[in-house]
C-alpha cells in the first residue's frame, strides 16, 4: 500500500510546468495564444498601413 | 450567438465576387461594406475563441490560435489561386486587369501566409515541442512563401510592364502546383499536422468562432486585394501613359 502511495505522490509532484508537453494534456498556454493574436493584429495593421502610405494621389 | 449567422454573412462577400464580372465598379462602391464585415467576422471570432470557447481536451488553451491560423492560411491560399486564375487569364488575354489582380493577389497571399504560417509555428511549440519541423506541411508552406516572394522579386527586375507582366504570369501559371499541394500534403504524405480544417475535423466547441474568423478573414482579404489593386492600377498608368496625359505640363520630361 505505501508504495503505491508513494508513486502517487510521485506522479502528482511531476505535473509539467505551464506550456510545456507532459502527460499528453497542453497545460497553460496563454502566453502562445497572445502572441499568436498580437502578431495577427498586428500584421493587419502594418499591412493596412503600407497600403495607406501607397495608395493613388490622383 | 446561432450558428447560422456567420453563413448568412458569407452570401455578403461571395454574392459582390459573383456580381464583379457584370460591374467591374461595383468594388469601389461597396468596399467599405466588406471592410465593416471583416471588423465585424475578426472582432467577433476573435472575442469567441479567447472568451467563450472552453480548453479543448488534450490541447487545452492553445486551441484558440486555430481561429486565427486556419483562415488565414486558408485565404491565402485562395489568394495564390486567385494569383493562378489571374496569371493564366494575361497569358490568353494580355489583360492588364488580369496582371495587376496577380500581383494584388500575389502580395495579399504572401502576407496572410506569413502571418498564418508564424501563427502554425507559434501553436506547435507547446504542442509539438518545436517551433519548426520539416513535416511535408509546413514544408510546403515554406515553399510557398518563397515561391510568391520570389514573384514579387521578378516583377522588380524589369520596368518594361508587358515583359514584367508575361515572366510574372508564366511563373504564376506554374505556381499552382504550389497551393495544392500545400493542401494535399497532409493527404499524399506522412504528416504529423492535422488533416485538413473544415467544421467537421475542428474542435466543435470552436466552429461558430471559427466560421466568423473565416467569413471575416475572407472579407480583409478581398478588400487588401482591392486596394492593392488600385495602387498596382495607378503604376501600371504612370508606366504606359505618356506624361501630359497624367497632367504634366507641355515639353516635361
Redesign the interface.
Known sequence: MIPLLVLAQAAADAQPSP???GS???????E??T???V??FL??VL??AS?WV????? | MPSWVPLVLLLVPVGICLALPFKRDLLDKVWLVLAAEAVFGIGVGTYLALFSVPPERDMGEVVRIFAAHVPQVQNALLAVVLNFGCSLWFLIRKSWVADSLAESSAEVGLYLGAVGTALGAIWAKPTWGVYWTWDPRLTSAAVMLIYYAGYLALRRFTDNPDTRATWSAALGTFGIVIPVTVYKSVVWMKSMHQVQSSPETVYPQLVTAFRFSAIGFLCLMIVFIYQRYRIAQEQLKREVAPPEALGAPQGAA
Do not use: D, E, K
Open positions: 506550456g510545456q508537453v499528453g494534456r497542453v497545460i497553460g498556454g496563454w502562445f495564444v502572441a499568436a493574436y502578431l495577427t500584421g493587419i499591412y493596412a497600403l501607397r495608395r493613388p494621389r490622383s
